[in-house]
């Protein structure tokens, strides 16, 4: 049977045409050749894909994978895959621009013939991925240094995608021209940059559509779907784009194969005058095929480069007879094309994991480098507050965060030891130690220096601090104080302050009581806290360490009276004040964790240990804490207010972190508690199922990078878990700062807020 002579086109226009004419006509056989031999792959993936989203969670609606390594058998199977890819590409890439460039030429190929000729050139096609990898691997890593270099990110991308769109361009010619001519990929190459002498700009066009084809399957197909149910970045959405390329990928192989399929001018506008006329005669001179452009008069001006067509002719199989195809073969490769992209969101959704959904908004808090957070529900909502060393502030997230009050700036060095605000009857209350002396002034004992409450209607009232006149003394203490810590608690109608300062060698001329530091409580039967009891502890007990980098002391209501916490980081010491009468007649000190280290630790910052104290169902404390030399986290439950019959359950494995846990109580008094997996890079809520937290529920939520530096943790009314975390600050010191100023260095931490749309995070309990 005679089939028709292949030839190419000689006007660009028509070459224009010809891709959609082709389309219809090529696009069975094109996806056959082309997608079939990556179909395993794709079906391969799908344990890849379970995987991935059962360790993910929903943000904002997007699927947001977490950052954790894969464990060893994925990462074998992910290496494989790409392994296989890479190998599998060459012949799949080969096959279906033969098919693309012989239909161009108006030539039939059939898919068998295309791929026992795309596996005969197997070293040409590998050698065209590895040339396109590494121009592609070169231009990424050109465009990551100049982002490192704080480019603006749209200039990199301006410079970066034309840039290699140049650079592969020949490339990109190469492949059908070495294809079709038998040639080496070396010449083959070479031809490509002659073939574009005179079409550098339709080789040019060529490429930058092939590779503007991929705008649909990324940010043009992510908008469409944004109005359809589909969680972006999750296995559905990657099953409708896997399938959108089935009708992708063969127009870009029409469009890669195109510059091979023209002999023409190009742009004709340089030579209008000029016709082009292909050599058929042997006694020319000239090899049969040539393409030379000849003057209206005839005189020849010199040949175009082309594809040999005379090579071509002799290098490709004939074509062979036409059969029709089985119903039952065309249904067996109509699923084989199909399926596989359904099989990730099939086993997904047949999974046993349902990632958590949250919403995620900035808090916008202002805070220092070392924040105290705290949280209340409130109306359907939360509010939190924040204190930290260069400013205070309360917002109330619902699920946005809106400020009710803020006070930041530079350092405030008369502020020591506060107390974030916590909820009291009809209001907010929070304490502080002021420091009344000038800053750069004599160190003579200033009568206003102390502890102070303040006690307020409305949050941003209680931001007001002693300076301005606000607040009441509770503890005057004129001398040099350090170590300085405070907690509040409401108490029936009043409140209960627990503060401590370091240890002085002579009395305090300001204060009435020998007051020499250590650790003090005032019980107040009224908000005003006009006539105090105080209560005394033991001298030896004390928070000693110069670092104060960590919420030392914790106080709730227990039963009648009251507990509180006071944590040692410099032994690494827990210990339990309590009180089981308002008057606290008979107070009672009790050791939870004993002596960790054998030497103080004053020598930089000491190991977080993190405790967090909260009055149980039952009226008795329940102590969360960081252990300060394994890094888990403990349950301690208290059976009675003093803490000395309790139980202790470790609740999570080791961390060479030491954040303080994120602790709340549900609507039923269940502990829930807001740690970290150091291991997989996590963030982690666990739901005790009862009240002593036998029984714990694990719910992975979002990834993290870095260490986390403090988080709070609220559930409100409907048990859905709040939470206002942060991460390390990261700045670098300006030109103008000392790099050894810590103060320079650190940037106040973003805090976000995170919230999760279902009671418990999704946790069954």
Same mark, same amino acid.
């Given at each position: 049977?005679?089939?028709?002579?292949?030839?190419?086109?000689?006007?660009?226009?028509?070459?224009?045409?010809?891709?959609?004419?082709?389309?219809?006509?090529?696009?069975?056989?094109?996806?056959?050749?082309?997608?079939?031999?990556?179909?395993?792959?794709?079906?391969?993936?799908?344990?890849?894909?379970?995987?991935?989203?059962?360790?993910?969670?929903?943000?904002?609606?997007?699927?947001?994978?977490?950052?954790?390594p894969?464990?060893?058998?994925?990462?074998?199977?992910?290496?494989?895959?790409?392994?296989?890819?890479?190998?599998?590409?060459?012949?799949?890439?080969?096959?279906?621009?033969?098919?693309?460039?012989?239909?161009?030429?108006?030539?039939?190929?059939?898919?068998r013939d295309?791929w026992?000729?795309?596996?005969?050139?197997?070293?040409?096609?590998?050698v065209? /991925?590895?040339?396109?990898?590494t121009?592609?691997?070169?231009?990424?890593?050109?465009?990551?240094?100049? /982002?490192?270099?704080?480019?603006?990110?749209?200039?990199?991308?301006?410079?970066?995608?034309?840039?290699?769109?140049?650079?592969?361009?020949?490339?990109?010619?190469?492949?059908?021209?070495?294809?079709?001519?038998?040639?080496?990929?070396?010449?083959?190459?070479?031809?490509?940059?002659?073939?574009?002498?005179?079409?550098?700009?339709?080789?040019?066009?060529?490429?930058?559509?092939?590779?503007?084809?991929?705008?649909?399957?990324?940010?043009?197909l992510?908008?469409?779907?944004?109005?359809?149910?589909?969680?972006?970045?999750?296995?559905?959405?990657?099953?409708?784009?896997?399938?959108?390329?089935?009708?992708?990928?063969?127009?870009?192989?029409?469009?890669?194969?195109?510059?091979?399929?023209?002999?023409?001018?190009?742009?004709?506008?340089?030579?209008?005058?000029?016709?082009?006329?292909?050599?058929?005669?042997?006694?020319?001179?000239?090899?049969?095929?040539?393409?030379?452009?000849?003057?209206?008069?005839?005189?020849?001006?010199?040949?175009?480069?082309?594809?040999?067509?005379?090579?071509?002719?002799?290098?490709?199989?004939?074509?062979?007879?036409?059969r029709?195809?089985?119903?039952?073969?065309?249904?067996?490769?109509?699923?084989?094309?199909?399926?596989?992209?359904?099989?990730?969101?099939?086993?997904?959704?047949?999974?046993?994991?349902?990632?958590?959904?949250?919403?995620?908004?900035?808090?916008?808090?202002?805070?220092?480098?070392?924040? /105290?957070?705290?949280?209340?529900?409130?109306?359907?909502?939360?509010?939190?507050?924040?204190?930290?060393?260069?400013?205070?502030?309360?917002?109330?997230?619902?699920?946005?965060?809106?400020?009710?009050?803020?006070?930041?700036?530079?350092?405030?060095?008369?502020?020591?030891g506060?107390?974030?605000?916590?909820?009291?009857?009809?209001?907010?209350?929070?304490?502080?130690?002021?420091?009344?002396?000038?800053?750069?002034?004599?160190?003579?004992?200033?009568?206003?220096?102390?502890?102070?409450?303040?006690?307020?209607?409305?949050?941003?009232?209680?931001?007001?601090?002693?300076?301005?006149?606000?607040?009441?003394?509770?503890?005057?203490?004129?001398?040099?104080?350090?170590?300085?810590r405070?907690?509040?608690?409401?108490?029936?109608?009043?409140?209960?302050?627990?503060?401590?300062?370091?240890?002085?060698?002579?009395?305090?001329?300001?204060?009435?009581?020998?007051?020499?530091g250590?650790?003090?409580?005032?019980?107040?039967?009224?908000?005003?806290?006009?006539?105090?009891s105080?209560?005394?502890?033991?001298?030896?007990?004390?928070?000693?360490?110069?670092?104060?980098?960590?919420?030392?002391?914790?106080?709730?209501?227990?039963?009648?009276?009251f507990?509180?916490?006071?944590t040692?980081?410099?032994?690494?010491?827990?210990?339990?004040?309590?009180?089981?009468?308002?008057?606290?007649?008979?107070?009672?000190?009790?050791?939870?964790?004993?002596?960790?280290?054998?030497?103080?630790?004053?020598?930089?910052?000491?190991?977080?240990?993190?405790?967090?104290?909260?009055e149980?169902?039952?009226?008795?404390?329940?102590?969360?804490?960081?252990?300060?030399?394994?890094?888990?986290?403990?349950?301690?439950?208290?059976?009675?207010?003093?803490?000395?019959?309790?139980?202790?359950?470790?609740?999570t494995?080791?961390?060479?972190?030491?954040?303080?846990?994120?602790?709340?109580?549900?609507?039923?008094?269940?502990?829930?508690?807001?740690?970290?997996?150091?291991?997989?890079?996590?963030?982690?809520?666990?739901?005790?199922?009862?009240?002593?937290?036998?029984?714990?529920?694990?719910?992975?939520?979002?990834?993290?990078?870095g260490?986390?530096?403090?988080?709070?943790?609220?559930?409100?009314?409907?048990?859905?878990?709040?939470?206002?975390?942060?991460?390390?600050?990261?700045?670098?010191?300006?030109?103008?700062?000392?790099?050894?100023?810590?103060?320079?260095?650190?940037?106040?931490?973003?805090?976000?807020?995170?919230?999760?749309?279902?009671?418990?995070?999704?946790?069954?309990?």
């Open positions: 049977m005679n089939h028709p002579a292949p030839d190419t086109h000689d006007s660009w226009w028509e070459l224009a045409l010809a891709v959609p004419r082709s389309y219809p006509r090529a696009l069975v056989p094109l996806m056959v050749a082309a997608v079939l031999p990556l179909a395993p792959l794709v079906l391969l993936s799908a344990p890849l894909s379970v995987w991935t989203t059962g360790r993910a969670a929903h943000v904002n609606g997007v699927l947001e994978p977490a950052l954790a894969l464990p060893d058998q994925f990462a074998i199977l992910a290496g494989l895959l790409l392994l296989l890819a890479l190998a599998v590409t060459p012949v799949a890439a080969g096959a279906g621009v033969l098919i693309a460039a012989t239909t161009l030429l108006g030539r039939r190929l059939g898919v295309a026992r000729h795309a596996l005969r050139r197997y070293g040409t096609g590998a065209w /991925l590895l040339f396109t990898l121009l592609l691997a070169l231009v990424i890593a050109g465009a990551a240094f100049a /982002l490192a270099l704080e480019w603006p990110p749209l200039v990199v991308g301006l410079l970066s995608v034309p840039l290699f769109v140049f650079l592969w361009t020949p490339v990109l010619v190469m492949l059908p021209v070495a294809l079709l001519e038998g040639r080496g990929p070396w010449r083959s190459l070479a031809r490509a940059w002659l073939m574009g002498r005179t079409r550098r700009r339709l080789h040019l066009a060529c490429a930058a559509i092939a590779v503007g084809l991929g705008y649909p399957l990324g940010a043009g992510d908008l469409l779907l944004s109005a359809t149910p589909l969680v972006e970045g999750g296995a559905a959405v990657g099953a409708v784009k896997l399938l959108a390329w089935l009708g992708l990928a063969p127009l870009l192989l029409l469009v890669v194969s195109a510059p091979a399929a023209f002999h023409g001018n190009f742009p004709l506008w340089n030579d209008r005058d000029v016709t082009h006329r292909r050599v058929r005669d042997p006694g020319s001179g000239l090899p049969t095929g040539t393409i030379v452009r000849e003057n209206p008069d005839g005189r020849t001006l010199g040949d175009l480069p082309s594809l040999d067509l005379a090579r071509a002719r002799a290098h490709l199989p004939e074509p062979g007879e036409r029709p195809v089985r119903r039952t073969t065309a249904v067996l490769v109509g699923a084989a094309l199909v399926l596989p992209p359904l099989a990730a969101p099939v086993a997904v959704a047949a999974g046993p994991v349902d990632p958590p959904e949250l919403t995620a908004a900035p808090s916008t808090l202002t805070t220092g480098s070392e924040p /105290l957070i705290t949280g209340m529900a409130e109306d359907g909502g939360v509010e939190f507050s924040t204190v930290g060393d260069r400013g205070m502030g309360h917002v109330v997230c619902d699920p946005e965060c809106t400020p009710s009050g803020e006070v930041s700036g530079d350092q405030d060095h008369s502020v020591m506060p107390s974030p605000l916590v909820e009291v009857a009809d209001g907010y209350a929070r304490t502080a130690w002021h420091d009344g002396r000038p800053f750069d002034g004599p160190d003579d004992p200033s009568e206003d220096s102390g502890l102070y409450l303040f006690v307020c209607e409305n949050a941003e009232d209680c931001l007001e601090g002693a300076a301005d006149g606000a607040g009441t003394q509770l503890r005057p203490f004129g001398e040099n104080t350090y170590d300085a405070s907690a509040v608690a409401p108490l029936g109608d009043g409140l209960v302050v627990v503060s401590h300062s370091g240890f002085q060698e002579k009395k305090d001329p300001t204060a009435e009581d020998g007051d020499l250590g650790l003090r409580a005032h019980v107040c039967e009224d908000l005003e806290c006009s006539d105090p105080v209560v005394e502890f033991p001298d030896e007990v004390s928070t000693e360490s110069y670092h104060a980098r960590d919420h030392r002391i914790d106080v709730v209501p227990a039963g009648d009276g507990a509180a916490t006071l040692d980081n410099a032994f690494g010491t827990v210990t339990v004040h309590s009180c089981t009468d308002p008057g606290c007649t008979d107070p009672e000190v009790t050791e939870v964790l004993g002596e960790q280290f054998a030497a103080r630790t004053d020598d930089g910052p000491p190991p977080r240990t993190g405790t967090t104290l909260r149980g169902p039952d009226g008795t404390p329940v102590i969360v804490l960081r252990h300060p030399l394994t890094g888990t986290v403990q349950v301690v439950d208290c059976q009675d207010t003093a803490c000395t019959d309790r139980t202790e359950k470790t609740v494995g080791p961390g060479w972190a030491r954040p303080e846990p994120g602790v709340d109580q549900d609507s039923e008094g269940r502990l829930q508690i807001l740690t970290y997996d150091y291991a997989d890079l996590r963030m982690v809520l666990l739901s005790c199922v009862e009240s002593g937290c036998a029984e714990v529920e694990r719910t992975p939520l979002v990834g993290f990078e260490s986390p530096d403090r988080s709070t943790l609220v559930m409100d009314e409907l048990d859905r878990p709040h939470i206002l975390w942060n991460t390390p600050p990261s700045r670098q010191p300006d030109e103008d700062e000392e790099d050894d100023d810590p103060i320079a260095r650190d940037r106040p931490p973003e805090l976000e807020h995170l919230r999760c749309a279902e009671p418990w995070c999704g946790a069954d309990l």
